[in-house]
């Protein structure tokens, strides 16, 4: 005969589950709501913030790709069509693709190359080129941890950095892509950046993770 009191303390469980659930679901909205706020207007996608006791929490803006047109792929890409996409039952795009694409639809790219943009870091030679070999403008976060760690940058000063590689390291893949096709005229450009802002939208949620 199974034990009555057991019944009670998992419904009692459950309960607490969902307040507690509801109530999680609550402060975060408020922090989202806090984060967009301070993100607002800036370039910036990540911020954090400190209680008094230690606890660190960070929000995270995400941007996810949607294909709208896919048979636009095959004009955008062109001769590296094979190698950006996947055809299965549905279109794929490899990561770098995406990522370039992201870039290129929400307009977070500057005409120059990677190499320009680590010339402007504020750091000596010897630095610059261990710098040079980490950093890829692929992931903001390993980014921003070399520039601190082997640069010696401040924080603000990683962040504002680790975002001009990441702009940069997206027009250079931008710019290798119509290279590759054979386009290089403003208007040709101007048509195939439009197509990229028609064939897909690219979606913002914001992600906390607390520490």
């Known amino acids: 005969m199974i034990d009555t009191s057991l019944i009670d303390k998992l419904a009692a469980i459950k309960s607490k589950i969902t307040e507690l659930t509801t109530e999680k679901e609550k402060l975060e909205a408020e922090i989202i709501l806090s984060s967009s706020k301070d993100l607002e207007n800036t370039k ?7 209680s008094e ?12 790709l949607k ?8 004009k955008i890409f062109g001769a590296a069509y094979s190698d950006a996409v ?22 977070s790219y500057i005409k120059q190359s990677l190499n320009d943009a680590i010339a402007q870091l504020p750091v000596d030679d010897t630095t610059r080129k261990k710098l040079a070999k980490k950093l890829k403008g692929i992931n903001f976060e390993t980014d921003k941890k070399n520039l601190i760690n082997i640069g010696n940058l401040s924080e603000q000063e990683a962040n504002e950095y680790a975002y001009l590689i990441s702009e940069a ?11 590759l096709n054979g386009i290089t005229s403003d208007s040709d450009i101007a048509e195939i950046t ?3 802002d028609t064939a897909m939208i690219v979606d913002e949620s914001t992600k906390i993770s607390v520490e």
């Open 44 to 50: 910036y996608k990540t911020v954090t913030y400190a």
């Open 53 to 64: 006791q230690g606890n660190k929490i960070t929000a995270t803006i995400a941007e996810t």
């Open 67 to 74: 294909l709208t047109y896919p048979t636009l792929l095959k």
């Open 86 to 107: 996947k055809e299965e039952t549905k279109y794929t795009l490899t990561a770098s693709a995406k990522r370039m694409l992201t870039k290129v639809w929400t307009g």
């Open 169 to 179: 390291a997206a027009w250079q893949s931008y710019s290798t892509l119509l290279e």
């Open 194 to 196: 439009k197509l990229i």
